[in-house]
Every structure is written in C-alpha cells, then in structure tokens.
C-alpha cells in the first residue's frame, strides 16, 4: 500500500466513471427488451446492498486492503491464495475492458489499424498514470468527469431538440417481469454495478472514512440513473430489435442526430467518451492489480509493477479471445456466472461472515 | 546520467505514432460517392451505378471555378453479386478510393425492388462503416436507377442533393411524400404491426439527352426529375403504389403533415377554397372490445386560408365553422380513403398493429400471426378530425363579395 490520501469527492467520481466505463457505449440488459431500463435500476439497487458489504467487511480493517485482510480473515496459507485469485481477477476484468475498448475503436473508427497497436497506445497511457499512484489517478479522475459532463449535457440536448425521441418505443412496459429479473441476477447485476468489489482495494485510501458510506450510495445511484436515461434514449431513439443488432447502440443514436442540416456526425462524442472511460476503468483495475500484488509479496515500491503487470494486461488481452463475437458471448454467459458470481458476491459474503462470528469472540 | 536522455528518448519514439495517420486517406484519393443506384441484371447479379462528385466543377467549392462548363458528377458502372462487390469492381475503373460516408441517396430500381425486395441489400448498407444510416432511400419508377442518377439537374448542381430536396420539401409543404432513411425503413421493416412506406421517383423528358451538358444549357432542361408516388413495401418487396389523394391522406393518419393545402368545393365550383395547413397532430389509439381491435384516429389541423374563390362572408364566424366542417369532411375523406386503400392491399402501413401491441400486449400476442391477413383488413377504423381556420390571410372578405353586390 502506498502512502497516498484521496478525498470523498475523488472516490465518487472515481465510482461513477469506473461504472459509466463501458457499460454506457454496449447495449446493457438487452435480455431484458425494452425494460431493460427498469432491470438496470433494480440491479443498481440490489448493488447498493452489496456496496453495503463491501463497507462492513472494510470497517473490520479500516487500513488494509482486500487482499490484506483475506489473510487476517480465513488465515495464512488459504487467504494468500484468495489474494493472488483476487488479483488475476482484476487483471483479467482489465484486460477484458481493453479488449473492448481497442474493439470499438477499430469496428468504427480505425478499421485497418491492428488492435494490438490500439491497445498497446491506451496500455502506455494507464501504466504510467498507475506508475504516479492513486492520487494522479483520483485527479485525472476529476478532471475527465467534467468533460463528461459536458459531454453529455450536450448530447442530451442535441437528441432532444433533433426529435428523435418517441417515447411510444417504450411501450409496452412491464411486458414480463421474471425476464427482467432474470437479466438483473445473471447479467446487470455483474457488469457495472458488482464491479465495483475493486473498490475495497482503494477505501482503505479515503481520509474521511465516516462519510464512505453516503459517498458510495450516491455514486452508485447516479451511475444507476445515468444508464437507465442513457438506455431509455436509445430505446426510444432507435426502438429495441435495432439495439439488438448495433454492437454500440449509443453510437448508432449518435449517429442520428441531425440538427438544422449542419450538426450532424457527432461520433467524435462517442470516441472522446469511449477513451475517457476506457481509460479510467482499466487503470482501476490494472492499479488495483498491482497494488495488490505488492503487499502480497512485500514489494517496497509498488510503481516498479506498473510496467510489467501492465504489458500483462495488454499480451492477456489480445489472447483472450479470438473474435469479438466470441469475447461478447464469454462475457454474457460465463464470466458474470462463474467468476464474477463467485468473486463479487459468494466470497465477500462468506469473508464477512467469518469476520463476523471472528470479532463476536473478541468481544 | 541514464534518467535525463529516458524522457527525449521516448518522445521521440512517440512522435511518429501523434500524428495518428495509421490508415490516412487524403482527400484527393478518394471519391466521393453521391448517390448509389442498384439494378438488377437479367443474369441475377447486381448493377451498380455511382455517382461520383467532380469537385473541381461544383460552383462555390472553388470561387470562380471551372464550374459551368463541365457535368458536376460523374458516373460509373459495375456488376456483382452483392453490393459490396459491386463497389469493388467499380474502384477497378475509378482512379480513386470510393468514399461512401457522404452518400446521402440510394436508389433503387422499380424492378428490383419488386421482385427481390429490399431485406438482402440494405445489410451491406448498415453494417458497413462509411455507409450512414441517415441516408435517404428512393425507387425509380419504370426506369433504370443507373439511368435516374445520371440526369443533370440545374439548380442545384449534384442531382443526389435536388432529388433530396425535392423529397424533403414535398414532404414538408405539400404532404405528398415520405423521406424514408435506411434506419427507419429496416425499423419498420422488422416490426410485426407495421410495413415501411418509399417514396418514388420519376424522369420525365429524354433521359438520354439529359445525362449530356444539354441537359443545363437550356431553361427547361430536357428532362426533369419529380417526385412520383410512395411505394408501399409487405415482407421487404415493393407491393404497390399509392398516388394522387391518397397519398396525403396516407400522411394525414401517419402524422407526417407539416404544411399541407386542402382544397374543397364550394357552391358547385371545384376547389373553390384553399386551406393552408401550417399545424397539425394525429392520434392513433388502439383498443380492443369484445376481443376485437379497435383503431381510432383522431386528426387536428391548424391553419389559414389562402385562396377564396367565391362569395363567402368569412367575417362571419358561422360561415367559418361551415367551412371548418367541409375541410373536416374532406380531410376525413382524404384518410378514410387511404386506410381502406391499405387494407385492400393487407398492409399495416400505419403501424396500427404496434399501436395495439402497445397498449394491448397481450391481445396483440393473439393476434400478431395473422395480422396482416385477417385482422388488419377487417379493421374497424374510426377517424375523427378537428380543422381549424385561426386566419384568413391578408383579407377579410374576398373582392368578389364586393362585385357580386354591384350586380345584386
């Protein structure tokens, strides 16, 4: 752990920007049709509960991360193996992230430049803002949520006045719930908003823990918000069988727009938002990675690992899958059920418990 | 001593990579793809024509340019089996790199979309990356679409950019036509309860003489373009035409009108007044009673009168309102009309069946398999307009009050 302070207005944005990510440029709870909106606020708040798990378990350990404490909690020898298991976790959730973001950019926008040069230019970018530690990344955090804001603002404002909005795509609603539910716990729920277990590696950071707890409900409501308005516009923009088709339903809302004959073409938008967000969500998790491989191996200088973990990152993600087909259909089907399941939910769960029924001793 | 060259070092190796020119196209390598026509050949493969802006003859893109003396487009042809293809093997012939992403016109012949329709093209359309979703799709009625694009036009110097205008401003000020784009006719074309509607073109003169600079060194042109028609498609092909009156009363239930004229008879004398639209709003609700679908439409206009051509005293509230209810007739006759023309033909062009999986989800679960067949055209279509007249121009009453009184 480094010796570094954030702020509780650097953890929200933090939050918010880690989430939005990419979850904001990919259709999110499709499964779901057109209340995919209603299944992304209900997974939203089922994730405030976790949230709420993930504080209990840091309250225990105030100062220590997540891979400092499954030590103290399941003991030696079988916390260390959660620690590393924790780590290649992050790794891969930041290589998958890369994977994705070097994707849309080419699908779109460079389509003759290897994905590999792609990645390898974002790579360079996050191991050096992880080299400068947390507090770099907390500022550059600051900075880019504002022009995220104007970003949105602004696209907010050109879809409404291009009337483009019909809101009657939206009906009917509430077709079939157990659909929507079914969404939540096997997909929404995961990617964004349980994501945010990597978030018990930079708490132990905060220098105002007391307000932790109102800081992260808040982020995750208005990350929860912002994906259900942002999905509402496409579902009313372009109706739901064509988001079922775009790969980036965003894009192809932006796309759209056609304001008096001269504002059109706005994908600009779309890539400055694909790069701010990519950007912040694997430099979390690649410094979540490398923060947490040095206090399990007693590594004095964590910055050193930059480099290395960060090639890793980079090699791991153009390895992981072939075509993006088969990367989409990993991440819908296998990854939420078998890994994040377990990683974000089971175990927090049953470390809590055990540090529970731990500290009732004591007393 | 290392540390202090590290940061220059590896400027340097950057430097190459900022300028971000991976994959660069300068502009004078490409060509800019105006409008795409597609024909199909009697062998089953495509033809391909591509009109291809010729920027040096653009009056306004270089100010006192060579602009006048040469045609501002030009032409190319190729075949293929799909029309990826078909662009392939048309850059064989261009010297440039076929640019698409200002493409704003794709035309389809008549023919083709008859017999094959449109479901197999338009993927190439959308899943490409230059293509753009907003472009605007037309037919061209009983002629080549290789034909339609290569007719000069005088105005406005690219034909793609006038046959849009045209398009748009029927559409606008006369409620004539419907400028569908490619996202909006796959929309329609995947939903269930609704079929898409294309507007249809024509060339009226020589075509031959008009692709030749003749075309633009008359006043009348040897041929002009029109807008002709909207084409109504069922399962992706091309079924029938619409034209005339229907056509407005098409645009009335679709809720398309901007500004539209409605004309009605007065006192024995055709057309004797001239109502200008400049509001309007349509509903359409449906409902089901007794297990049957039932569809109302309601229509409110707004707007002036603009040509009177008989003795009326529009000073006299009464005699608006009696005015107001013939154009309610009229309008309502107008979309009646058009709504039994379409249930003749067994297409939901207006969407009336998503309209009924809206508010009906579960009837229309019902219903959905046989909708277009049995339902749609045994519906029960109840419309209902409101029109009123909030001005009547500069005048009050017409002069020919005024000289009717002299002779009384």
Known sequence: MEKAKISTIQLFILMILFQLSNSLLIPLAMKAGRDSWLAILIAAAVSIFLFFIYRALYLYYPSLLLTDYTEKIIGKFLGRILAFLYILFFLYCAARVLREFGVMLLSFAFPETPLFVACALMILVVIYTVFKGIEVVARTGELLFVIMIMLAFFLFLLIAISGLIDISNLKPAFEDSSKVLNTVFTETLYVPFGEIIVFTMIFPYLNQAKKMGKTGVAAISITGAALALTTILNISVLGVPLIERSLFPLLTTIQSIQVGGFLQRLDVIFILALVIGGFFKVTVYTYCAVIGTASLFNIKEPSKLAYPMGLTVLFVSMIIASNYSEHIQEGLKIFPLYVQLPFQIILPVFLLTIAFIKNRKKE | ?408
Not at chain 2, 138 to 147: C, F, H, L
Not at chain 2, 151 to 164: F, R
Not at chain 2, 253 to 271: E, F, H, S
Not at chain 2, 378 to 406: C, H, Q, S
Request: hydrophobic share 40%; charged share 25%; proline share 4%.
């Open chain 2, 1 to 408: 001593m290392n540390r202090k060259w590290i940061i220059p070092f590896f400027m340097a190796i950057y430097l190459p990579l900022l300028s971000g020119c991976w994959s660069s196209h300068e502009l004078k390598d490409l060509a800019i793809v105006s409008a795409y026509a597609l024909d199909k050949n009697e062998d089953g493969t495509y033809v391909g024509t591509f009109q291809l802006i010729n920027p040096m003859n653009v009056p306004g893109a270089l100010q006192g340019g060579a602009s006048g003396q040469n045609p501002s487009i030009a032409t190319y042809t190729a075949t293929g089996g799909n029309p990826l293809e078909v662009s392939d093997n048309a850059s064989t012939k261009v010297s440039r790199d076929l640019y698409f992403a200002h493409t704003s016109l794709l035309v389809i012949s008549e023919e083709l979309a008859r017999e094959e329709g449109l479901a197999t093209i338009l993927d190439a359309m959308e899943r490409g990356l230059e293509f753009r979703t907003t472009t605007k799709i037309v037919i061209s009625r009983d002629m080549k679409a290789g034909d339609f694009v290569q007719v000069l036009t005088a105005i406005d110097q690219v034909p793609a950019e006038k046959a849009i205008k045209s398009l748009e401003f029927t559409e606008k000020l006369y409620g004539e036509n419907v400028a569908t784009d490619l996202q909006k006719f796959i929309k329609a074309a995947v939903l269930k309860g609704k079929e898409p509607l294309v507007s249809g073109f024509t060339v009226e003169g020589d075509i031959e003489k008009a692709k030749t600079m003749e075309q633009l060194q008359s006043s009348e042109g040897e041929a002009t373009i029109e807008v002709n028609g909207i084409g109504v498609f069922k399962e992706g092909k091309l079924m029938n035409w619409i034209e005339g009156d229907k056509n407005e009363g098409t645009l009335w239930v679709l809720d398309q009108i901007q500004q539209a004229p409605v004309n009605i008879d007065w006192d024995d004398k055709k057309a004797a007044i001239s109502y200008k639209v400049v509001r309007q709003k349509t509903n359409v609700e449906a409902q089901t009673k007794d297990e049957k679908p039932v569809i109302s439409v309601h229509i409110r206009a707004e707007g002036d009168l603009r040509v009177i051509e008989v003795p009326v005293n529009v000073t006299d509230p009464h005699v608006i309102f009696r005015i107001e209810q013939a154009l309610q007739q009229k309008i309502k006759d107008e979309a009646e009309a058009a709504i039994h023309e379409a249930q003749k033909t067994k297409t939901d062009i207006f969407g009336f069946g998503e309209k009924l999986h809206q508010s009906d989800p579960d009837s229309w679960k019902k219903l959905e398999p046989k909708w277009q067949d049995v339902y749609f055209p045994a519906l029960d279509v109840d419309v209902t307009v409101e029109a009123f007249i909030r001005r009547t121009g500069m005048r009050n009453n017409p002069y020919l009050f005024n000289l009717n009184k002299k002779s009384d």
